[in-house]
């Protein structure tokens, strides 16, 4: 042995951009290539830039594996460190270089503390061995991914375990299901968090019992999108209601939640649910005028295949399926996060709707950047959503029975109760 390290400078390039840029991925291609060498993982760390780019490192016992990308330019330039002479840092090399399907790469060899430079010194290393025993740490190592919904200058991120369970870049959108730590099982379009198993019900009992008792005879629903199924989970709930037309346009999402989110997915089977895997924006063209007592937009946020459910022309037509008591609830964006899409929605509906009749709920998402969100409603027949007073006990009676863990009478009050700056957003 003529020094104590092997490093390669390794320049991968050719790359596919999209393994460059997936830092669960990249992380488990690192880690992997240290143990295909040899080496014993102690710890990873890996980061996703905004927009694109990822760094990590996997720290060994014999040294680490780093790794810096530039997806635009399907290039990595990786650190392959290793002591020692039971480790081969080339075996992680041939393993990278399949992993990141590189076209082109070069490696730079250094022999890092040539012995011949070196000057031993004299210390027991056996007595600091034995005493390290009983310091040892149980756990081989941790991972630190974490998962970022982000525009260009704020995000949410949440950490999770690193695997993603599932993932599927379908014709509409990239699915994907990971396991967060903190929120459990979530499901994310696009990179856009959409729902987790621990705070889903925020959304999903807000977006549906406040309409449901604000009208007070909903019988005939239809709901766009909201393909994880709490939506009509919470819809279902009521005995009234005779019949929800579910329209989703992406069967791998409802298909993904059916397998990892069951407890959001448990109204499929419901006899009174008719579910379409279609077009939604077609759907509400084609559907026959004055049909039904709520429509409810639960859709992504507005890029991708969402971006047509906020447009003037699909709401006009969702106006025109609802009855002459009708209400609409659209999936609103956040003031916080997306003021545009918030402001401009808002304006769409006083358009249609009047502006008398549009009303607008603030709630809590924890998981949605900002945590601030809103549901948007036309309303037909003139219900107010402040006046329920006399519903309180009705309310109060259905919250208790079916154990909601979010919505209840003052919630629904409070909900419409909009700050100052928001009121000044929508002019109101
Ligand atoms: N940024 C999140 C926008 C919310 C989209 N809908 C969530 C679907 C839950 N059923």
Redesign the pocket.
Known sequence: MSALGNHILVEFSGCEPEIMNGVSTIENAMVEAAESAGATVINSTFHHFSPYGVSGVVVIQESHLAIHTWPEYGYAAVDLFTCGDQVDPWVSFDFLKEAFGAKNYSALELKRGALKLLDRLDFDINSIRSEAVGRENPQRYTRNVWFT?KDDDQGLSLRYTGDVLFDQKTDFQRVKILESYRYGKMLALDN????TEKD?FH??EMISHPAIFTHGNIKNVLVI??G?G??VREILRHEGVEKVTMVEIDGAVIEACKEHLPSIASAFGNAKLDLHVADGIEYVKNAAKGSYDLLIV????PVGPAEGLFSTEFYQNCYDALNDNGILVA?G?SPKFNEGAFTMLNSTLKGIFGKENVHTSLFYVPT?PTGM?SFQWGVKGGQNPFEISEKAETIENFVDAKGLKYYNFHIHKASFALPNFVKKMLNE
């Open positions: 919904d856009m968090v959409m729902t889903e959304y999903h999108g909201g994880d709490g939506t639960d859709g992504s946020d999936q964006e949605y969100w």
